[in-house]
């Protein structure tokens, strides 16, 4: 048992918190849970060291062993994850749930890893989207229906935001072609089209015995959503998108928020409790900031302001949904943008040495002033979003 947690106990027990009685049982309950770190560790490394040496060894040899067999046993090592996979899933699961997320993790890896040897031993080269693409048809399935926790999740809107991402670059010649309407409107569809993981997410929470799974993809899908809104503004803040005005490139942002909205929406309906409303929300207003911050394209003020009003809508909805880790990000993240939004206002003054102590007050008075909202306001609860 850890010396912190004996320790904490028996302070406990001499502030008179608990009797000793309690005491007794805790120290007992400690002792009979405790978990031999060390130990651990030292399998671990052991483990780390042997799976390196194998490497070592392989990557030694590399050239001198058939690419044929190489891929055999590639294929055989993927077969056999899958077979333990499938033939001793829940068992693994009873034991330890870890165990399953990290084979899950690690066939996947396999998967992904299989395409660029079979172009290294064949010699092949193709678009990185079209690998990507067949992995994700194959392996997001297995990731979906056996994935737990982060990992899986990560690997699932990860690999399918990387794809939608390769795509669009190689459609558009990686920044040199000049794309036409249709086709800059289909890839803000192809681009968007991971934050439906979203609502798909939000309805099987509720129906699946690996709902921390489920929640950990919406989770993820709404990030994305709010992460592109938040990139929009600051693009605009520095006059990235070039014309203003109806034009093609605010019809494929206009496309990219109309899918997010509809996510959003999608959410409310699937999960209609406050969590759900809130979710939904912050993604139906990450859905409408884009085309916004397309208008106010290379004009300081109005992106910024735009910017703070999607996160304040994040605060607010994470102080009806008791978020309270979403809320101190989301003060946080506000006092950052007002911090630079001063520095691009003041951008002459700050030359001198008068406007750099003023700006360095400044950065205090906002920190100061976060912290203390963020103390005052953020819920007590954090429940499970």
């Known amino acids: 048992m850890p010396r912190m947690s004996a320790r904490k106990i028996a302070t406990w027990h001499d502030a008179g918190l608990i009797d000793a009685e309690t005491r007794d049982r805790l120290l007992a309950y400690e002792a009979a849970h405790a978990r031999p770190l060390a130990l651990w560790a030292v399998f671990g490394i052991g483990a780390l060291a042997i799976g390196l040496g194998l490497v070592s060894v392989i990557a030694a040899n590399w050239e001198d062993i058939p690419g044929q067999l190489r891929l055999g046993v590639h294929l055989a090592l993927i077969a056999g994850a899958l077979a333990v996979l499938f033939l001793r899933e829940e068992r693994l699961a009873a034991t330890s749930p870890w165990a399953v997320e990290a084979l899950v993790f690690v066939t996947a890896a396999l998967g992904l890893t299989f395409f660029g040897h079979l172009g290294q031993v064949y010699q092949t080269s193709s678009p990185l989207w079209q690998p990507l693409g067949v992995w994700l048809v194959l392996f997001a399935p297995l990731l979906l229906l056996t994935g737990r926790s982060w990992p899986a999740a990560l690997a699932v809107l990860g690999g399918a935001v990387w794809t939608a991402w390769e795509y669009a670059t190689d459609m558009t010649g990686y920044g040199t072609g000049s794309p036409d309407m249709a086709l800059l409107l289909w890839l803000a569809l192809v681009t968007a089209l991971p934050v439906i993981f979203a609502p798909f997410a939000a309805a099987l929470r509720a129906r699946s015995a690996r709902p921390d799974f489920w929640r950990r993809l919406e989770q993820l899908a709404l990030a994305y959503a709010v992460a592109g809104a938040s990139f929009a503004t600051a693009v605009a803040a520095v006059g990235g998108f070039g014309e203003r005005g109806l034009t093609q490139e605010w019809a494929s942002m206009a496309v990219s928020g109309a899918v997010t909205l509809a996510a959003g929406l999608g959410v409310v309906l699937a999960r209609p409790g406050t969590s759900g409303r809130m979710a939904g929300a912050i993604m139906a207003g990450a859905g409408l900031v884009p085309p916004l911050a397309y208008a106010a394209d290379n004009v300081t003020l109005p992106p910024a302001l735009l910017f703070m009003a999607l996160w304040v809508g994040i605060a607010a909805a994470a102080l009806a949904a008791h978020w309270r880790g979403v809320f101190q990000l989301a003060v946080g993240v506000i006092a950052l943008r007002l911090i630079i939004l001063s520095f691009e206002l003041a951008g002459d003054l700050l030359m001198s040495g008068f406007g750099l ?29």
């Not at 920190?367 to 609860?381: D, T």
């Open 357 to 385: 102590i003023l700006a360095g007050v400044m950065i205090l008075g906002v920190a100061w002033g976060a912290v203390r909202v963020s103390k005052r306001f953020a819920p007590r609860e954090e429940p499970e979003a």
